[in-house]
């Protein structure tokens, strides 16, 4: 009994053996990547091991975002923890007639690996750092069916320009960083 109820603990503490956090925050468009998978097999078996695991103390929470802010003239997104400053990256934004909208928006979706969709020709890319959507997805704004966020991109020598159809264009270790940061729900203000 005592075995069980020390394989419970640790088993809702640590979450991953029952539920992999991987996979939840994915959308259809979304390539499903592989997740590992500890079974109860792999738990410790004797009583000195099981009493280590459970002292350890849980990871500390890793640091959010309360809100991001996008300065269009700057061409730079600043992700805020309350009036602290986190980070901020370079960006890419809306050309002449495809102007990124500003205003006040929410992070609606997250994507890792997303694969893009050509609007004009149907085609889907792979996903992975070469596709046109890079490595990651935060989607912020959807108006008349087109959906416009935060994406990384092959092209990462166009930072600080004005060269897309409406999206952020970041780097991929930057879009990676700031998918880190941030969860659906939180306030993206462009300006």
């Known amino acids: 009994m005592k075995f069980t109820l020390s394989l419970l603990t640790l088993t809702l503490i640590s ?68 009036d602290t400053v986190l980070a901020n990256y370079q960006v890419a934004i809306g050309r002449r007639g495809w102007e990124t909208p500003k205003g006040n928006f929410s992070v609606i979706q997250m994507v890792e690996n997303p694969q893009w969709k050509n609007p004009w020709n149907g085609r889907v890319s792979a996903a992975g750092p070469n596709s046109p959507l890079g490595e990651r997805w935060i989607g ?10 935060f994406h990384g991109t092959p092209g990462e020598h166009v930072m600080g320009q004005a060269v897309s159809h409406g999206c952020v264009r970041m780097r991929n270790r930057d879009v990676k960083a700031l998918y880190e940061l941030v969860q659906t729900g939180i306030p993206v203000i462009v300006q």
């Open 15 to 82: 979450g991953s053996f029952l539920l992999p956090i991987g996979g939840i925050n994915k959308q259809a468009i979304a390539s499903e990547g592989t997740t590992s998978e500890t079974s109860a097999t792999e738990l410790p078996t004797t009583s000195t091991e099981q009493e280590t695991a459970i002292s350890t103390p849980p990871e500390t929470e890793k640091t959010q975002a309360t809100h991001l802010v996008l300065n269009l003239k700057e061409r730079r997104v600043y992700a805020y923890q309350d």
């Open 140 to 149: 912020f704004s959807r108006e008349n069916g087109k959906y416009i966020g």
